[in-house]
Antibody, heavy 121, light 107 residues
Framework: EVQLVESEGGLVKPGGSLRVSCAAS????????LNWVRQAPGKGLEWVGQ??????????DLAAPVKGRFTISRDDSKNMLYLHMSSLRTEDTGVYFC????????????WGQGTLVTVSS | DIQMTQSPSSLSASVGDTVTIPCRAS??????LGWFQQKPGKTPKRLIY???SLQSGVPTRFSGSGSGTEFTLTISSLQPEDFATYYC?????????FGPGTKVDIK
């Protein structure tokens, strides 16, 4: 069974940094492309970024609002996905979800339960 | 960036109705489109990928169609547990983009 479990988020001051992680199990993590998606309070879903599998290059793509401030990384030895957030702004407040890929692999289409990140002074 | 539009933003329906939810892309995205269901306070759930393929475990009353720029999610014989918000996502071109969602509520 595919499982994705995000770490606890937290309250951060504007300009601060935070790392959230996502522990994966139940599938071949090293071959999976992985995503971060966020949802501001009362708003819709917003794609944050994606990281490719190592065999497919291991690079990442990020949405414009977070490019230069957020990075995505993975540790295939630990089945862990990370979202490193810096220069946080109040508009980054929301629930952050990790997910597997969007394609047709058996492990694609699954989401974690989400973690709340609040950016406020 | 590719813009995804979903109109209407909400619709009312009754149990047993057939509901169609449209999604339009601002550019050709071939069939790189997914549909997601989200209930209040819950994690989104993928229903459809590649525009028309049913996610494993999803009831067959859900179906997707379309390609290029016009897509539709159809729910046949709406059930009480189907009242939720539905989002489309294009994953043909970076940055990937979600539609704003269509909320299906009880008439």
């Amino acid at each position: 069974e595919v499982q994705l479990v995000e770490s606890e988020g937290g309250l951060v001051k504007p300009g601060g940094s935070l790392r959230v992680s996502c522990a994966a199990s139940g599938f071949s993590f090293s071959s999976a492309w992985l995503n971060w998606v966020r949802q501001a309070p009362g708003k819709g879903l917003e794609w944050v970024g994606q990281i490719r599998s190592r065999v497919d290059g291991g690079s990442s793509d990020l949405a414009a609002p977070v490019k230069g401030r957020f990075t995505i990384s993975r540790d295939d030895s630990k089945n862990m996905l990370y979202l490193h957030m810096s220069s946080l702004r109040t508009e980054d407040t929301g629930v952050y979800f990790c997910s597997t890929g969007w394609s047709a692999a058996a492990h694609d289409g699954y989401w974690g339960q989400g973690t709340l990140v609040t950016v406020s002074s | 960036d590719i813009q995804m539009t979903q109109s209407p933003s909400s619709l009312s329906a009754s149990v047993g109705d057939t509901v169609t939810i449209p999604c339009r892309a601002s550019q050709d995205i071939r069939d790189a489109l997914g549909w997601f269901q989200q209930k209040p306070g819950k994690t989104p759930k993928r229903l459809i990928y590649h525009a028309s393929s049913l996610q494993s475990g999803v009831p067959t009353r859900f179906s997707g169609s379309g390609s290029g720029t016009e897509f539709t999610l159809t729910i046949s014989s709406l059930q009480p547990e189907d009242f939720a918000t539905y989002y489309c996502l294009q994953y043909n071109t970076y940055p990937f983009t979600f539609g704003p969602g269509t909320k299906v509520d009880i008439k």
